[in-house]
């Protein structure tokens, strides 16, 4: 009996697919139990006295922060725009005053055919190697709070043309959790005029 020999390669290739589509839903996995231990971790932290944010009268009945299930989707490659050096702007905080940023770069990418646009700001007073980047999105005031959302990335090398926006790492300012706190506003430029379920959702209904 003869056999075809296209019939190894097509169940050959069967295999490879087999093989990176599995390695595909390992990968998801993996980085829901990560996101779910750094969550667990940040839990944590918030019913610690010295370190929570919550006012201290919450402390002993503090459970958890609310989430959206995490979704491989929003791990988003954009396309980065350097900004010349020096460019500057003010953020105003919510309790008066403001901090500057350096605008680091423009990231662009498409969501279900809408392109999308966010600035990606440097500190100015501070040197760590991240960038900052707070947004809102139309969750805002529904599901997420009410004056947006930050997200943290690591800043790209110098020849990176792309960046990996994960929202599903966003965020909520201290500010959701009391008022002793003053936090920076998202910049009008880095509003965007889509929803974003991913991420931490507003601390109460």
Known sequence: ?????????????LAVLAYFLQDLVLSD?????RLKKERQQKNEQFRRHDSSPLPE???????????????????????????????????????????????FARATFEWRG??????????????????????????????????????????PGPNDDEVTLDFNLTYNPYCAYGAAFACPMPPRENALAIEVPVGEKSYKD
């Open 114 to 155: 809408q392109p999308q646009q966010l600035t990606l700001l440097r500190r100015v007073s501070k040197t760590d190697s991240t960038l900052f980047v707070p947004f809102t999105d139309r969750t805002n005031g529904r599901t997420t709070y009410g004056g947006g959302r930050y997200l943290d990335i690591a800043t």
């Open 29 to 33: 996995d993996q980085y829901a139990l």
């Open 57 to 103: 009268e919450l402390h002993e009945t503090f459970d958890s922060l609310r989430y959206f299930a995490p979704d491989p989707q929003w791990r988003l490659h954009a396309t980065l725009q350097r900004l010349p050096p020096g460019d500057t702007l003010s953020l105003p905080l919510t309790e008066g005053g403001a901090d500057k940023y350096t605008r």
């Open 1 to 13: 009996m003869r056999i075809n020999p296209k019939l190894f390669i097509g169940l050959g290739l």
